[in-house]
């Protein structure tokens, strides 16, 4: 089956620093990639969407200049988490689809982040 | 209304139960359904999916779809230990790249 791989898989920041989160389809190529945020005992909340090439597509109050998304190739998509505060804490889970006409996502390990 | 709503449990049985997982939605367009698994601390899994009404069957998995009365189920039969994670339902919304997840029923088979 299709494997995506994501790195770290926790990290532990101090507030103000920024974390870069990074997620691989490793045997397959990706045409979109999705990034979720998860909060205990919650389900995934969408925060973006990206395309190969192209800006991502960001949900309704996900703050666009605080998580920057990049999709540089058809392998790898970025999270980076700038300026990092105690509430951006939470379990950020990626995940890959690799044909256009399909529902199925391939997720991620997910990567637990701690803002001291 | 929420558009896919689930009790998030938990949910306790012993070994050897059948196990039975629901959902509901509120919208009657909704065509594809799918579950998905997640353990403590993972990404999810998909497990199953379906396509408009009906039950498909893969090992001790069995989704039905009832698209009446909007209402989508997961068995389990002979659950096992290993079966203990939270267990996601997912409707895709208009489009591939929209799909809405049920905030999760956690199970946990006791041996």
């Known amino acids: 089956g299709a494997v995506v791989s994501q790195h770290p898989s926790w990290v532990i920041c101090k507030s103000g620093t920024s974390v870069k989160i990074e997620c691989r389809s490793l045997d397959f190529q990706a045409t979109t990639m999705f990034w979720y945020r998860q909060f205990p005992k919650q389900s995934l909340m969408l925060m973006a969407t990206s395309n190969e090439g192209s800006k991502a597509t960001y949900e309704q109050g996900v703050e666009k200049d605080k998580f920057l998304i990049n999709h540089a190739s058809l392998t790898l998509s970025t999270l980076t988490v700038t300026s990092a505060h105690p509430e951006d804490s939470s379990f950020y889970i990626c995940?890959?689809?690799?044909?256009?006409?399909?529902?199925?996502?391939?997720f991620g390990p997910g990567t637990r982040l701690t803002v001291l | 209304q929420k558009e896919v709503e689930q009790d998030p449990g938990p949910l306790s049985v012993p070994e050897g139960a059948i196990v039975s997982l629901n959902c509901t939605y509120s919208?009657?367009?909704?065509?594809?359904f799918m579950w998905y698994r997640q353990y403590s601390r993972k990404g999810p899994e998909l497990l199953m999916y379906t396509y408009s009404s009906g039950n498909k069957e893969d090992g001790r998995f069995t989704a039905q779809v009832d698209k009446s009365s909007k209402y989508i189920s997961l068995f389990i039969r002979d659950s096992q230990p290993s079966d203990s994670a939270t267990y996601l339902c997912?409707?895709?919304?208009?489009?591939?790249?929209?799909?809405?997840f049920g905030p999760g029923t956690s199970l946990s088979v006791i041996p």
């Open positions: 995940s890959a689809r690799d044909q256009r006409e399909s529902y199925e996502q391939f």
């Open positions: 919208n009657s367009a909704f065509q594809y």
């Open positions: 997912a409707i895709p919304k208009t489009s591939y790249d929209k799909v809405i």
